[in-house]
């Protein structure tokens, strides 16, 4: 199906677009593909002869949804307005990707009544320009693997969060994230489950994840956190509006505690990790260290842990990792559980504010 630019779409209550095809809506900055409400007189006119009787609100048609088929469908200039579906049960987003990996450029969703866009599966679009507002969660659902495909995305007006929400943090294939990957190029992403590396995952200066919940970045192969002094790599709690400002929009009605999420988990495989300048910040849950190196044999250069509930370091299992320049700052122990042969792997290392 091939849209030319201008075309209005106005969809009743009942309406959904549903692409098991391909779907080319080519329209232009000055005469955009438009999917809206019946009750949208601001584009088409008073389609419904009500003379402005009623207004369009979020909720009034269903959604854009495409399939795990519709992956050539291409997207230039479309906006969707006044979509979604906001049932507590199943909330449905106003546009939703299921195991497809479509490309859009200058996609504008807006005023909607759940998500603006919704990866599900293994979705990985390539959304450039982009501009999510008005919704609840500006981009839900995504992978690691897809944070790559979005670039000079906006997002504003959202009701819980103006970021994309990585559901799965499974990283199966080499992944690079950096801050123009994210919206606003705020640098952060939210997490709500755990991260499991198990290919080479590289972060660049300025990007920060916000964990929800007890979650665990599990490293099994390689990971580079290229941080800066100026710009670290920063794992935090979503309560953090120190680092990446207010991201849960409370107002600051909750404060960040040491053990709002779990830890750094570094793993056997993972002797090839590079940490530059990566700032670890509220972890510690479940009674573990902030970082635990497990058989691991990595390099931390200037990293920073803050406010840990248990210890900031703990080496276990025959680990002999590089550890320099670091700082270890208000957990239980500043790094404990390491063997004597590993003392020499530490130099230039600072700790303050820790209970014992």
Not at 274 to 281: E, G
């Amino acid at each position: 199906l091939t849209i030319p630019p201008g075309v209005v779409f106005k969809m009743t209550s009942t309406a959904r677009l549903n692409v098991f095809g391909t779907l080319l809506a080519q329209g232009t900055a000055g005469a955009p593909v438009v999917l809206t409400s019946i009750k949208d007189d601001a584009f088409g006119g008073d389609s419904n002869c009500d003379r402005g009787a009623t207004l369009p609100a979020p909720g009034d048609w269903g959604n854009l949804n495409f399939t795990g088929t519709a992956s050539a469908s291409n997207l230039a200039h479309v906006r969707v307005r006044y979509a979604g579906t906001s049932v507590a049960a199943a909330p449905e987003a106003a546009v939703a990707l299921t195991a497809c990996h479509l490309a859009a450029t200058h996609l504008r969703v807006e005023l909607v009544a759940a998500a603006c866009l919704d990866l599900k599966g293994s979705s990985l679009p390539i959304v450039s320009n982009g501009a999510f507002d008005g919704g609840t969660i500006a981009v839900d659902g995504a992978r690691f693997s897809a944070l790559a495909g979005f670039t000079g995305c906006t997002a504003s007006g959202n009701s819980i969060y103006d970021a994309i929400v990585a559901t799965s943090g499974l990283v199966s294939t080499p992944a690079t994230i950096s801050a123009a990957n994210t919206l606003n190029a705020s640098g952060v992403v939210v997490v709500s489950g755990n991260v499991d590396v198990n290919a080479t995952l590289t972060l660049h200066a300025g990007v920060i994840f916000k964990f929800v919940g007890p979650r665990t970045v599990n490293v099994n192969q390689t990971l580079f956190a290229n941080g800066t002094s100026a710009a670290p790599v920063v794992f935090t709690s979503i309560f953090d509006d120190a680092v990446g400002g207010d991201t849960d929009k409370d107002g600051g009605a909750t404060t960040p505690a040491a053990g709002d999420w779990s830890r750094v988990l570094f793993n056997s495989q993972s002797d090839a990790s590079v940490a530059l300048h990566l700032h670890v910040r509220y972890a510690g849950g479940a009674a573990s260290a902030a970082i635990l190196t497990a058989q691991s044999n990595c390099l931390l250069d200037g990293v920073v842990v803050q406010t840990s509930a248990s210890a900031c370091l703990s080496l276990q299992n025959n680990s002999y990792p590089t550890i320099r320049n670091c700082a270890f700052n208000g957990g239980t122990y500043a790094v404990r559980d390491v063997l004597i042969e590993a003392i020499p792997g530490f130099t230039n290392n600072t700790a303050s504010g820790n209970a014992v």
